[in-house]
């Protein structure tokens, strides 16, 4: 079984930055790996993710502020955060994919003041 933790939540002011890591407890170097979020009301929804080759995809609604990135090891993933709006508050949600394989981490707060 994958594990996967998360860091780097918090609060912070609109046009701030985060930094969210997200680390497995093994080899990724197969795997998708990516960011989803989940605001109050709201259904969850696609952030960015990186495949193994380094193909990125980012939701339109944060692209040219946040950056996805990966370690050369492949166990980390991390989710540079700029430009921070209210909008953007959500639990943050660390994904890797394989196949048949879908793993979750357990979240972690992202809340950004006017």
């Known amino acids: 079984q994958v594990q996967l933790v998360e860091s780097g939540g918090g609060l912070v002011q609109a046009g701030g930055s985060l930094r969210l890591s997200c680390a497995a407890s093994?080899?990724?170097?197969?795997?998708?790996m990516g960011w989803y979020r989940q605001a109050p009301g709201k259904q969850r929804e696609l952030v960015a993710t990186i495949s193994s080759g380094g193909s990125i995809n980012y939701a339109d609604s944060v692209k040219g502020r946040f950056t996805i990135s990966r370690d050369g090891a492949k166990n980390t993933v991390y989710l540079q955060m700029n430009s921070l709006k209210p909008e953007d508050t959500a639990v943050y949600y660390c994904n890797v994919y394989r196949a048949s394989l879908d793993y979750w981490g357990q979240g972690t707060q992202v809340t950004v003041s006017s």
């Open positions: 093994g080899s990724m170097f197969w795997y998708r």
